[in-house]
């Protein structure tokens, strides 16, 4: 499946009169005052608001996501943010809501969803979602295929590493661990070993994290059980397949012996192939179906009151889409990215109620697509409301709600010092993780585009990514509150430097 984007973003022409510029540096005790309104009930209300079934997983595309736009932009009205767009979407409650719009298809596994393994003339029926998720852009399953182990998947001649080299996986289904061997330097792509295995005459696949987790996939909370993920595998139709758990892979390749942690210890230090056959046979079953729909991207805007510098504009963004009901799952998507959707406005209404006036403009963005590749975040980078020659940087909040209490944060373009002295003065300096680029998330396009940008994550593990129990009880309010107030003192730092 492939989908056509629809999109919705917003245009202003900043020409909003505006005083004389105030001071730009308050004194540290209005600052302060600010930044001790944030209020962490709130954002657990509006957490447990949005990750409520009445929003239903906000799938991108969907009469769901649509809702939640509208409660966005119901939000940001009330705020005092002003409108950004180039038309109205609408005639209706969306008073805020200007979009540009096109086709987009959102595509949903339909229940039941089942998958089978049968070894030894005995047959298994792994659970859904503990044990196994159909891939979300998946097309419709019915396969019953012997197994093949092919390591990680990667098929690179070039590099001299194949794993399909000598092996024929023509009509067979393929079983590969998430990530690359340690010391493979090429990068690699579940799209990329979805490509190899089609392109090998594979007619399905599974996925696995194995036993041994990067450090990266760690910080990111990735664990041992399968989690949703669209495979965005470029122009051709994807095949049919899961995510399983490390646990059920290691029950796959014990049938013949063979242990994964040995395996994939092998692989790493070795980087030989060591690929084969397994003596189980696979079966699929589910029914998958697309329907057409909008994908909307929120704005609110707050004018700068710089003469001279309210035509630079900074950009603060949350993505608030998730994945929807599959296969009859609810996914509530409470710490990704409500929580993120929920700092955002606690951000938003720290501005609007504290009577401090920034320099240049801030623009606030609630994107959706991004969990289908960032399609919402590209949309605004392709027609920006602001040029991005003016646009100073691009702030990312994502996954806010759950971890260790500490914030880690990826910058691009920003000094470490200007993002210590930002903790300082949130009071979360001693609590802050700083790294470079940070892979993944609604930031890429602006960094790609050569803007400074800066993702804040809540650190340590998140064991609900992308999993059904990414419920509100799960989400830590101390974690929400230091979030807030580092994006708030940032924010203010970025909108007023000289």
């Avoid at 019915?142 to 098929?155: D, K, M, N, T």
């Avoid at 192939?273 to 697309?290: C, G, I, K």
């Avoid at 903790?423 to 300096?429: L, M, N, R």
């Avoid at 990414?470 to 989400?475: I, K």
């Amino acid at each position: 499946m492939r989908h056509t984007l629809a999109l919705a973003g917003c245009v202003l022409l900043l020409a909003t009169a505006a005083p004389a510029a105030p001071n730009p540096r308050p004194a540290s005790d209005e600052l302060a005052a600010a930044l001790g309104t944030i209020s962490w009930p709130r954002m657990v209300e509006d957490i447990a608001r949005l990750s409520s079934p009445s929003f239903n997983g906000r799938q991108t595309g969907t009469a769901d996501d649509g809702r939640s736009a509208q409660f966005v932009a119901e939000r940001f009205e009330s705020l005092g943010l002003l409108p950004a767009g180039d038309r109205p979407l609408s005639d209706s409650a969306l008073g805020l809501l200007w979009a540009q719009s096109e086709a987009f298809v959102a595509g949903s596994i339909q229940a039941p969803a089942l998958m089978e393994w049968t070894a030894k003339e005995v047959t298994t029926s792994p659970r859904l979602g503990p044990d196994f998720l159909p891939i979300l852009d998946s097309p419709s399953a019915s396969a019953s295929a012997p197994l093949i182990f092919v390591g990680y998947g990667i098929s690179d001649p070039a590099h001299e590493f194949d794993e399909y080299a000598d092996l024929d996986v023509r009509g067979r289904a393929v079983l590969f661990l998430r990530g690359k061997p340690e010391g493979y330097a090429a990068p690699v792509t579940h799209a990329d070993k979805e490509r190899a295995a089609r392109k090998h005459g594979a007619i399905a696949f599974l996925t696995a994290t194995g036993p041994i987790i990067s450090a990266y996939d760690i910080r990111r909370g990735i664990g041992s059980a399968p989690t949703a993920l669209h495979s965005q595998s470029s122009d051709e139709r994807p095949l049919p397949g899961a995510w399983i758990s490390t646990e059920l892979a290691e029950q796959l390749l014990a049938v013949d012996g063979r242990s994964l942690r040995e395996t994939q210890e092998r692989l790493n230090r070795q980087r030989n192939p060591l690929s084969a056959p397994t003596n189980v046979v696979l079966h699929l079953a589910w029914e998958s179906r697309q329907e057409a729909g909008t994908l909307v991207n929120v704005l609110g805007m707050i004018p700068g009151q710089d003469r001279a510098l309210r035509e630079q504009a900074l950009v603060i963004g949350a993505h608030r889409d998730h994945f929807g009901r599959q296969a009859g799952l609810l996914f509530p998507g409470a710490d990704d990215n409500a929580s993120g959707t929920a700092v955002l406005l606690e951000v938003a209404k720290t501005f609007t109620g504290s009577g401090l006036a920034p320099r240049r403009t801030i623009l606030f963005v609630s994107f959706s697509g991004e969990e289908q590749g960032l399609f919402g975040s590209r949309l605004y980078v392709g027609k920006p409301p602001v040029p991005l020659t003016q646009t100073v940087a691009m702030l990312n909040v994502d996954h806010a709600g759950i971890g260790n209490g500490r914030l880690t944060v990826g910058l691009t373009g920003l000094s470490k010092e200007g993002a210590t002295e930002a903790g300082k003065t949130a009071g979360v300096a001693e609590l802050l993780d700083l790294y470079g680029f940070f892979p993944g998330g609604d930031h890429v396009p602006f960094k790609e585009a050569g803007l400074p940008t800066a993702t804040i994550v809540s650190a340590g593990p998140h064991p609900h990514f992308h999993q059904p129990s990414d419920t509100t009880d799960t989400v830590k309010p101390e974690i929400l509150e230091r979030a807030a107030r580092y994006l708030f003192a940032l924010a203010w730092q970025l909108a007023n430097a000289p």
